[in-house]
């Protein structure tokens, strides 16, 4: 059974950065898309980066919600099982609990990681 674990959030002042980890088990990375999303109180988590699948012939694809982009990059190491995310220019509104699945979101969700930016 596929496990994912996030780390790397915390406590950041606006315009701070947060580099986010997602661990994973398996193969995965060639197998499904993979994405961030962001889950804040009352309203479903929503996908703010994604990237595509190892296909071995194409490089990876990124994709990002407006609200981010130019802000955030998606990354991965195979090498490592790992997944990034890296969060520049941080603004409240960035304010939530991330967590890493497939794109659509077909794995068991992991615990998440809180990111908090201070005005």
């Known amino acids: 059974q596929v496990q994912l674990v996030e780390s790397g959030g915390g406590l950041v002042q606006a315009g701070g950065s947060l580099r986010l980890s997602c661990a994973a088990s398996?193969?995965?990375?060639?197998?499904?898309?993979m994405a961030w999303y962001r889950q804040v109180p009352g309203k479903e988590r929503s996908s703010v980066a994604s990237?595509?699948?190892?296909?071995?012939?194409?490089?990876?694809?990124?994709n990002y919600a407006d609200s981010v982009r130019g802000r955030f990059t998606i990354s991965k190491d195979n090498a490592k099982s790992t997944m990034y995310l890296q969060m520049n220019n941080l603004e409240p509104e960035d304010t939530g609990v991330y967590y890493c699945?497939?794109?659509?979101?077909?794995?068991?969700w992991g615990q998440g990681t809180q990111v908090t930016v201070s005005s």
């Open positions: 990237i595509t699948r190892d296909s071995g012939t194409h490089a990876n694809l990124a």
């Open positions: 398996g193969e995965i990375f060639r197998i499904y898309n």
């Open positions: 699945n497939s794109r659509p979101p077909l794995l068991n």
